[in-house]
């Protein structure tokens, strides 16, 4: 029998996280965001000592993104079943462990693999992140604390091509690109440190066992999608990666005919597809797909144009992208007041400042020579428009989930955000190198930035559709 979901009842604000636990569980979400985008600026460094070629670097910068997506699920369910602060406090350490593995890296294929790693660990800490701020809040409080998540997920992808342009060029002790992921060993250790005292326990009501064959599925679906994604253009598309991309839509398939099946049979599958009844779920992670996907992909992109276009070093294509960094951050304080006045119409808005900076970019890009303070209006609008529809959206998604399912709906969401993430650089970023040869840079990112305003009108009409009071 298939299992029905209840509806949490939201409380007046009564929360067992305090300030400093709430502090806490967003620094555990900020570096493995933060580190997603910081290797961007650090690539031609790396390419040079470590005499990598396009096809391992596109691994260095892409195999984070597919184990952290490929993983993120499985996380949230480990979560639930034996506590999310000790699985915070093992996604902690692993992530200081194999950001130290990076830093030290002797050679190029030693990055690949601790990257992978390191993307591993992100996947057990951030489902945790959520699944604690949605099991130990409540009504306002809850509210808040999802908006300032949101809020900080998105700073910390501009701030980690802002971050790494600077660590780079600072070059530290003599370490130059290698400081971009020793920088986090302190701080993930600080995590660990201040969540056994600050953040509380919590765990389903019954621990339930992993879904192997989801699980086996899922993960041969994603790396099916994205590895000959990320790959196939620098290896000039082999058989095997044409290959895999003709299975992905069978295991895609298989994986959705198991995961109904064992919920159907009464047991607890790695994606209980029951969580999609909730609009606010189902409509939330419609938008999100078209969202990250467009946001991954503009990142990539502007830091390639930047840095290889426009010939900038590695410190002032960071600072280009401060105008974004601050429109973001600008919005998402403004988002939970917006959001509490206009509800989900908020996310309706975004959408419409995001399509007019990414067409007034296109447009600077077509009729005149770009160069960072030209292109700053655009980058400003579009990053305001990115904060009004990323702060609320965590909010939304979130909003109804049940306590007992707050990993694993968390992971979904998660999964759902980095998978996006990592479509975004291999579509968008591959279409951006195919284009920029024949077309020019100016005009090829226009064209990138022409299929992501499709994205966000699709997100106008989506956000029609939720629910106009959020909770």
Do not use: K
């Not at 699985?87 to 350490?93: E, H, K, Q």
């Not at 306590?403 to 998660?414: E, F, I, Y």
């Amino acid at each position: 029998m298939t299992q029905q979901l209840t509806l949490p009842q939201l409380a007046p604000s009564r929360s067992l996280l305090s300030t400093a636990g709430l502090a806490t569980v967003l620094l555990g979400a900020f570096l493995p965001s933060l580190d997603f985008f910081v290797v961007n600026v650090a690539l031609p460094t790396i390419e040079h000592d470590l005499s990598a070629g396009p096809a391992v670097l596109e691994l260095i910068a892409a195999g984070y993104g597919i184990s952290f997506a490929v993983l993120l699920v499985l996380g949230g369910r480990l979560g639930d079943a034996i506590g999310r602060r000790r699985l915070f406090l093992y996604g902690a350490v692993a992530f200081a462990l194999t950001s130290l593995v990076c830093g030290l890296a002797p050679d190029a294929w030693s990055l690949v693999a601790g990257r992978a790693a390191q993307g591993a660990a992100a996947a057990l800490l951030i489902p945790q992140v959520l699944g604690t701020i949605t099991a130990a809040t409540d009504g306002h409080r809850r509210a808040r604390a999802l908006s300032v998540y949101g809020a900080a997920g998105g700073v910390a992808v501009v701030a980690g091509q802002v971050l790494g342009g600077l660590l780079v060029a600072a070059d530290l002790f003599g370490t130059g690109w290698r400081s971009v992921f020793l920088l986090n060993v302190p701080f993930a250790l600080l995590a660990a440190l201040l969540a056994l005292r600050h953040v509380p326990e919590s765990r389903a009501d019954r621990a339930t066992g992993v879904d192997l064959p989801g699980t086996a599925l899922l993960t041969l679906a994603l790396l099916a999608l994205f590895v000959p994604l990320t790959e196939g253009r620098a290896l000039g598309w082999p058989v095997w990666c044409r290959l895999l991309l003709a299975a992905f839509p069978f295991l895609a398939w298989a994986f959705v005919r198991v995961e109904l099946r064992t919920e159907r049979a009464g047991a607890v599958p790695l994606l209980p597809f029951s969580l999609l009844r909730l609009p606010e779920m189902r409509r939330g992670l419609g938008i999100a797909l078209p969202y990250f996907t467009g946001f991954g992909g503009f990142m990539f992109v502007i830091a390639v144009l930047l840095q290889q276009g426009l010939g900038l070093g590695p410190v002032p294509a960071g600072w280009t992208l401060v105008p974004m960094a601050v429109g973001y951050f600008c919005a998402s304080l403004a988002g939970p007041r917006l959001v509490g006045r206009f509800g989900s119409r908020v996310i309706t808005a975004g959408a419409v400042v995001q399509a007019l900076g990414l067409t007034t970019l296109a447009a600077t890009a077509l009729t005149t020579d770009l160069t960072p303070l030209r292109m700053l209006p655009g980058i400003a609008l579009a990053g305001i428009g990115q904060g009004l529809i990323g702060t609320p959206l965590f909010r939304v998604v979130l909003s109804r989930i049940p306590t007992t399912r707050a990993g694993v709906g968390s992971g979904v969401l998660a999964t759902t955000q980095q998978s996006s993430l990592a479509l975004g650089v291999a579509t968008l970023g591959t279409l951006y190198l195919a284009l920029a040869p024949a077309l020019g840079f100016g005009r090829a990112l226009a064209v990138v930035l022409g299929v992501q305003t499709c994205g966000s009108v699709a997100i106008l009409l989506l956000s029609l559709r939720l629910p106009r009071s959020v909770a």
